[in-house]
């Protein structure tokens, strides 16, 4: 049998779910984040690794000889050097579509919290606040309504479609800018220029990749180009935006809000200046995680690994 370690075990689960109901797991190696020295000092001779976000470079690869096979437990793949595994012939597979609806459910929580500040009556009447109103009722001025307001999707990939259906059964119109835009199947949903999308978006939320082409693409340029009532979402990576540029746009309310899942660097360090503000939303990279999307992704990752071990081969492929 394969030595198997999973790593960073605490991300996929809090201990609400037992690793160990996945029977590739059951004779796994399982380790914490805070155990990661020592897949180098007690566990060099892996051969399977399961990873979330622990970077696998070239440096790091030259410390496992024995690896065959990364598992990332997440989609995305920019912590990890394929070239380098290419060169050594190790085999990387991720795993796709187990958080879609979980994310496309928090673009819509992060939503809400900004348009219907429920936390903020919430707290008001615990506060006393709306016991003391003279009224029947108590609420904050300027709450919209979503019907009607012009919903922009940058990437229409699975959770972006996700999205985009959320949205139109909200009533609201749903533009997206796509690299394939023949892909879209619904007609309701109206492929625009990037350009079109920032300028008359209600609501822009971002679901692409971080790649080269994509880091910091949410710029001063692309913010001045946003309606200055516009709400700013992003759950796919942080790096997607400039950070101080989000900051100065916010703090001068050239822009509405912004609703972030995702910072540049995780965990954001106590003074990020992003936190300090009151039109920003942070949630703490959380929106992949609901325990339905958690268990789908060891169930699939676990048989990603049955796969590799039994017939030499995934869906998941990546190299």
């Given at each position: ?6 790593i ?8 609400d779910?037992d ?41 790091v ?12 437990l ?26 879609t ?11 809400l919290?900004?348009?219907?500040k429920?936390n ?14 003279s ?5 904050a ?15 229409l ?17 749903v ?27 209600d ?14 693409m949410v710029?001063?340029?692309?913010l ?52 300090e ?7 703490s ?13 060891l ?11 039994n ?9």
């Open positions: 049998m394969a030595k198997i370690i999973l960073e075990s605490d991300t996929v689960t809090t201990g779910l690793i160990t109901q996945f029977p590739i797991f059951q004779n796994a190696v399982v380790l914490s984040t805070n155990d990661t020295d020592a897949l180098f000092s007690d566990h060099s001779d892996v051969e399977v690794l399961a990873v979330n976000k622990l970077q696998i470079t070239k440096a690869l030259d410390q496992l000889p024995n690896l065959k096979l990364i598992q990332i997440a989609t995305g793949y920019d912590n990890v050097d394929l070239e380098a595994c290419k060169e050594k012939g190790i085999h990387v597979f991720n795993v796709s579509g187990y958080s609806h979980s994310v496309a459910q928090h673009v819509f929580a992060l939503l919290s900004i348009t219907n429920v903020y009556h919430w707290q008001m009447s615990r506060d006393g606040i709306w016991s003391n109103e009224k029947f009722c108590f609420y001025p300027n709450i919209p309504e979503l019907n009607n307001k012009i919903f922009g999707i940058i990437g990939g699975d959770i972006g479609l996700a999205t985009a259906e959320i949205a139109l059964a909200f009533g609201m119109d533009v997206t800018y796509t690299r394939s835009p023949e892909k879209i199947k619904n007609d309701r949903i109206k492929p625009l220029s990037l350009e079109e999308v920032t300028q008359i978006s609501v822009i939320s971002l679901h692409v990749p971080l790649t080269e082409d994509t880091s910091e710029d001063t340029q692309f001045e180009a946003m309606k200055d009532s516009a709400i700013l979402i992003n759950t796919a990576r942080g790096g997607l935006i400039n950070e101080k540029g989000l900051y100065d746009a916010l703090r001068a309310k050239k822009i509405k809000a912004a609703a972030l899942d995702v910072l540049t660097s995780e965990p954001p360090e106590q003074d990020n200046p992003l936190l503000l009151t039109n920003c939303i942070v949630t990279h959380m929106a992949w995680a609901s325990i339905d999307a958690r268990s789908r992704l169930k699939w990752a676990s048989d990603n690994i049955s796969g590799f071990i017939e030499g081969k995934s869906d998941n492929a990546l190299v």
